[in-house]
């Protein structure tokens, strides 16, 4: 067994986070001013803009077509509220305006969606180092009290701890990464640390 320290580490491979530290700085700067621009026909001026995070937006096939499907979704839920609006009459004031004030909710959405999207990078399984845990991996983890634990480390919006998808940015995910098979880190959590071997790694 090989002792790793707690090191902080970027979670992509030295040479996918060559290749993309122009585009990264590029779109990331594009996503955060998306965001910012409005729409000029919500109906509510004053409603704050969802946050972006600050990290690069790494994310998995699976997480750009799920990002992909909920802009898709809520663009429908969008044309149906338009809908709504056109054809409601005059008399109907107050429900006019529940209405308008959900639509500036869902277009809020879709223009965060919008940004994740456009600031999206992602990273294909088949260019990471096969034998270390890189973003993509899916690891086999066994704790210091016996206990096996099966993590994929994702994207930022598709992570979901409690059906195994941990994002990239979790203490977790940056102290595993660069381990191999054999090797131990230390999973720093709010109950307290507590010491992991992995035990495999895979990627698909």
Same mark, same amino acid.
């Given at each position: 067994?090989?002792?790793?320290?707690?090191?902080?580490?970027?979670? #992509?491979?030295?040479?996918?986070?060559?290749?993309?530290?122009?585009?990264?700085?590029?779109?990331?700067?594009?996503?955060?001013?998306?965001?910012?621009?409005?729409?000029?026909?919500?109906?509510?001026?004053?409603?704050?803009?969802?946050?972006?995070?600050?990290?690069?937006?790494?994310?998995?096939?699976?997480?750009?077509?799920?990002?992909?499907?909920?802009?898709?979704?809520?663009?429908?839920?969008?044309? #149906?509220?338009? #809908?709504?609006?056109?054809?409601?009459?005059?008399?109907?004031?107050?429900?006019?305006?529940?209405?308008?004030?959900?639509?500036?909710?869902?277009?809020?959405?879709?223009?965060?969606?919008?940004?994740?999207?456009?600031?999206?990078?992602?990273?294909?399984?088949?260019?990471?180092?096969?034998?270390?845990?890189?973003?993509?991996?899916?690891?086999?983890?066994?704790?210091?009290?016996?206990?096996?634990?099966?993590?994929?480390?994702?994207?930022?919006?598709?992570?979901?701890?409690?059906?195994?998808?941990?994002?990239?940015?979790?203490?977790?995910?940056?102290?595993?990464?660069?381990?191999?098979?054999?090797?131990?880190?230390?999973?720093?959590?709010? #109950?307290?640390?507590?010491?992991?071997?992995?035990?495999?790694?895979?990627?698909?």
């Amino acid at each position: 067994m090989h002792i790793r320290s707690d090191r902080i580490a970027h979670p #992509a491979a030295t040479s996918i986070r060559l290749h993309w530290a122009d585009a990264r700085s590029d779109r990331f700067r594009m996503s955060r001013a998306f965001v910012k621009e409005g729409d000029g026909d919500d109906s509510t001026g004053d409603l704050p803009e969802l946050p972006i995070s600050e990290h690069p937006n790494y994310v998995t096939p699976r997480g750009m077509a799920l990002l992909r499907s909920r802009l898709d979704d809520t663009s429908r839920r969008l044309a #149906a509220l338009d #809908a709504e609006i056109a054809a409601a009459s005059e008399d109907d004031g107050g429900e006019r305006v529940g209405v308008q004030l959900e639509r500036a909710h869902v277009h809020r959405d879709i223009r965060w969606l919008q940004a994740r999207i456009l600031g999206a990078i992602t990273i294909a399984p088949e260019r990471q180092p096969a034998d270390r845990v890189a973003f993509g991996a899916r690891v086999e983890l066994i704790d210091e009290e016996g206990h096996e634990h099966r993590y994929r480390i994702v994207g930022e919006d598709e992570a979901d701890p409690e059906h195994g998808l941990i994002s990239w940015v979790s203490p977790l995910a940056r102290s595993l990464h660069g381990a191999r098979v054999g090797d131990s880190a230390v999973w720093k959590r709010p #109950a307290g640390d507590l010491s992991v071997e992995v035990l495999a790694i895979e990627y698909g």
